[in-house]
């Protein structure tokens, strides 16, 4: 058993039958009374999220989750809902070649930055692939955006751009079609422009 004081985003635990990942956690004193821990905790086997609200000492039960690297390969439909639009995403372990997959409820939001090649840290339960972890910060090309303005590096003004992935975000006025930058994964914002 786990403290819900200790309960962290990325931590996993057993509560009420469902296996669940800290999405979120705040931690609320308000006047004399107990504190209260609040959490957004994704459901590791259906996807869902979910709020969950507890006193301070309570305890929740620790899953045991091993997680290891594993490179994505590629995506496809699943087979029985291929008509439904539903996707795969396919994996392999790098020291061993085993491949897995994950269906696209468990990867969530993350498929959106997922490219070929990349490594990521996938999390099992019992042997069965679970979710996956992301790097925090990963690189991305500019594929549309308004024309750079030189010299504006240093204002606070941001203008709309598309990544090579589809992905929509606000960049500076100096970032120009083709220029790669770092994306925080976590957050999905501009981190910085790379010089490669």
Known sequence: MINVTDLRAGKTFQMEGGLYQVVLYEHQKLGRGTATIKIKAKNLKSGGIKEISFISGARVEEAPITSKEAQYLYKAPASAE????????????????EQFELSGEKIGEA????????????????????????????????KETGPGVKGDSATNIWKQAVLDNGFKIKVPLFIEEGDLIEVDTRTGEYLARTNK
């Open 82 to 97: 291929a008509s439904a639009g539903k996707q795969n995403f396919f994996f392999m372990d790098p020291k061993t070649y």
């Open 111 to 142: 498929a959106a930055y997922l490219k070929e090649g990349i490594i990521v840290k996938v999390s099992f339960y019992e042997g069965e692939p679970l979710s996956v972890e992301l790097p925090i910060k990963m690189e991305f090309k500019i």
